[in-house]
Every structure is written in C-alpha cells, then in structure tokens.
C-alpha cells in the first residue's frame, strides 16, 4: 500500500500551537522520503477530536489503492509479530498475511527454521474463519508446535515451497538513504526486515551510499533470516537509533562476493537492473545473470517466493534447459563453439 496518512495523537493535552508544530514537524519528515502533500490529522482517542476526519481520510485514501490476487503466483506469507499459547489451543501465532492465502488444515512451514506443522484453526479480527487471503489480520493455531519454536522474526510459508531455503545471512539489496550520515563499511547497523531484527555488516560494491542517493549494497546479517526479492527493510543505525535508510531486497541467495573492482562494478550495474525491473521476466533474467548465467529453476522460484512447481516467468533472454535457467547469450555461445 502506496498511500499514506498520519495521524497526529493526543492533541487535547496541548495547546493547538504545539499541535500544529508538531504538524509541521511531520509533514516535514514525510516530504523527506518522498511522501509530498500526504494528510496529517490532528486526533485525540478521549475527546474523539478528529476521528470522524481520520475516518474519513484514511476511506478517501484506501478507495484508490488496488489490491493485487496474488493467491496462485505467490506461496503463503505470514511473517509473525506475536506468539502465546492459551490454555488448551497449543501455539498461536499472529501477522499479517502478506501473500497467497491460509486454509484451515494447511501444511505449513516456520522458516529459518524449517519445521512443518498444520494450520489447526485460523482467526480473523476475532472471529473463527476456515480461510484468510492476503491482507489479512491473522491469529493461527499450529498443531504440535512448541511455543519457543514460533517466535517473533519468523515466518509462516505455505510448506508448497519445497524448495524455500531454511535462511540466508546475506542478502544483496538496494538501499536508499534518507539519513545525514553515508551508509558503507563503517558504523554500527540495524536491519529491521518483516518482523525480524538483525545486526549487519554492509559491504559496498563500489562506494558508500551517500545521504539522497539509493544504490546497491551487500548485507551480511548475525543471523539466519527468512528473505525474498522485493522485501522490504528499514536500516538504523544501532549507535544513536536513528532510521538511515530503507531498501528492498534483490537477490536473498547471492553468490560469493566477486573479487576485483571491474567484477564489483559489473555486479552492481545487474543489480541495479534488478532493482529497476517492473515485470518478473526482467527479474528472472537478472536473478539468473547474477548467478554467472546459470541458476536453478528452483533457486530462482525460491528467491521469487513462487510455489512448488510453478515456473518462474521468463523472457526471450532466458531459455529453461531442463531444470536450470541459463541465458540465452551463453546458450548462443555454446553453440557457436
């Protein structure tokens, strides 16, 4: 969802002087990541000052936004911000459902991890439902799942994704910087991706990203996280705990840094394809460049987050030679040798 609204709070225990510097201060802060002219309501929860004008605001502002039927291009995406276990229902996990749909007896996966389990009983803002799509406000029953093996930062994936990888602890990506500071080698960072939460190492591909500018960096995380091209991120720096920048994740499976500074350059200008790319045929195509010209049918679906058996659409620049996607230059190389 594109559009956005704010919601200034608890006006009625300020003067409306502050309140409209506050205000200010917030449309400010919104036309500095590109959100110009966005609605900024004052509000209070206890003398109900301006919720009838939030109300409105945020119906003017969702009637425009399209909602895309995901369901058969893209597995089921939970990532889960809470988990609890009420007496007698096992584990419970909430999020929201960010692709595909969940079905009450579904088989499903908690990556990293790995573990499979069923979907016993699925809610929907507090009412009992036999399906959620995506969008969706969602409260899932696990079967037979210890509550310390479903924690926040997690994911729950349709387990149709048989060749989902357990996690990745690097990811290349694109990083667009709204801070003050350069974003490079130096300093101590935060990613905060889906609901997870990781310290990282950034490694530049040629330079620093400096304040303004958006480009392509390689993230090396602590842990193991769950990740798929077009994620996206906020990164913070740890030291004053401030946002730097936001991104989207381009490849969550990458191969090892390439060695020499042309080879860096080339690789970067790829991703910056990737970065571009408006259609999964361009994605494909760059995914399976960045691989050298070779990747797995699989390796390319899993970055993808496409189902078991469902191909990854593919352009003329690509041909499928059994279960690897190779590009078709290399391909016209081979003959011609």
């Given at each position: 969802?594109?559009?956005?609204?704010?919601?200034?709070?608890?006006?009625?225990?300020v003067?409306?002087?502050?309140a409209?510097?506050?205000?200010a201060?917030?449309?400010?802060r919104?036309?500095a990541?590109?959100?110009?002219?966005?609605?900024v309501?004052k509000v209070?929860a206890t003398?109900?000052?301006?919720?009838?004008?939030l109300?409105s605001?945020?119906?003017e502002?969702?009637a425009?936004?399209?909602?895309?039927d995901?369901?058969?291009a893209?597995?089921a995406r939970l990532?889960i911000?809470?988990s609890f276990?009420?007496?007698?229902?096992g584990?419970v996990?909430?999020?929201?459902?960010?692709?595909?749909?969940?079905?009450?007896?579904?088989?499903v996966?908690?990556?990293?991890?790995g573990?499979?389990t069923r979907?016993r009983g699925?809610?929907?803002?507090?009412?009992?439902v036999?399906?959620v799509?995506?969008?969706?406000?969602?409260?899932?029953?696990?079967?037979?799942v210890p509550?310390?093996a479903?924690s926040?930062g997690?994911?729950?994936?349709g387990?149709?994704?048989?060749s989902t990888?357990?996690?990745?602890q690097?990811?290349?990506v694109?990083?667009?910087?709204?801070?003050?500071i350069p974003?490079g080698r130096s300093?101590?960072?935060h990613?905060?991706l889906g609901t997870?939460?990781?310290?990282?190492?950034?490694?530049?591909?040629?330079?620093?990203?400096?304040p303004?500018q958006r480009?392509p960096?390689?993230?090396q995380l602590?842990?193991p996280?769950a990740?798929?091209?077009?994620?996206r991120?906020?990164?913070?720096?740890?030291g004053?705990?401030?946002t730097?920048?936001?991104?989207?994740?381009l490849?969550?499976?990458?191969?090892?840094?390439?060695?020499?500074?042309?080879?860096?350059?080339?690789h970067?200008?790829?991703?910056e394809?990737?970065?571009?790319?408006?259609d999964?045929?361009?994605?494909v195509s760059?995914l399976?460049?960045?691989?050298?010209?070779r990747?797995t049918s699989?390796?390319?679906?899993?970055?993808?987050?496409?189902?078991?058996g469902?191909?990854?659409d593919?352009?003329?620049d690509?041909i499928?030679?059994?279960?690897?996607?190779?590009?078709?230059?290399?391909v016209?190389?081979w003959?011609?040798?």
């Amino acid at each position: 969802i594109r559009v956005l609204a704010a919601a200034v709070t608890k006006v009625d225990v300020v003067d409306d002087g502050r309140a409209s510097q506050v205000v200010a201060d917030v449309a400010r802060r919104l036309a500095a990541i590109g959100a110009v002219d966005m609605p900024v309501v004052k509000v209070s929860a206890t003398s109900e000052v301006g919720l009838d004008e939030l109300r409105s605001t945020l119906a003017e502002r969702l009637a425009s936004t399209r909602v895309i039927d995901d369901r058969g291009a893209r597995v089921a995406r939970l990532p889960i911000d809470r988990s609890f276990s009420p007496p007698g229902a096992g584990t419970v996990v909430t999020g929201t459902l960010e692709h595909g749909s969940l079905h009450v007896g579904d088989e499903v996966m908690l990556l990293p991890s790995g573990t499979t389990t069923r979907v016993r009983g699925l809610q929907q803002l507090g009412r009992t439902v036999e399906a959620v799509t995506r969008g969706s406000r969602v409260a899932a029953q696990l079967g037979r799942v210890p509550l310390e093996a479903a924690s926040r930062g997690m994911v729950l994936v349709g387990a149709d994704a048989s060749s989902t990888r357990s996690g990745t602890q690097t990811l290349d990506v694109a990083i667009q910087v709204v801070g003050d500071i350069p974003v490079g080698r130096s300093g101590a960072w935060h990613l905060h991706l889906g609901t997870s939460f990781s310290a990282i190492r950034i490694v530049p591909f040629v330079g620093d990203i400096t304040p303004g500018q958006r480009g392509p960096v390689r993230l090396q995380l602590d842990r193991p996280v769950a990740a798929w091209t077009g994620d996206r991120f906020v990164l913070r720096e740890s030291g004053r705990g401030r946002t730097v920048a936001g991104g989207r994740v381009l490849d969550p499976d990458p191969l090892p840094l390439p060695s020499g500074a042309d080879a860096r350059l080339e690789h970067a200008l790829l991703l910056e394809t990737l970065d571009r790319a408006t259609d999964d045929a361009t994605r494909v195509s760059a995914l399976v460049e960045a691989h050298h010209g070779r990747r797995t049918s699989a390796s390319v679906a899993c970055s993808l987050g496409t189902g078991d058996g469902v191909r990854p659409d593919h352009g003329p620049d690509v041909i499928l030679l059994g279960d690897v996607l190779v590009a078709a230059k290399l391909v016209d190389q081979w003959v011609s040798s």
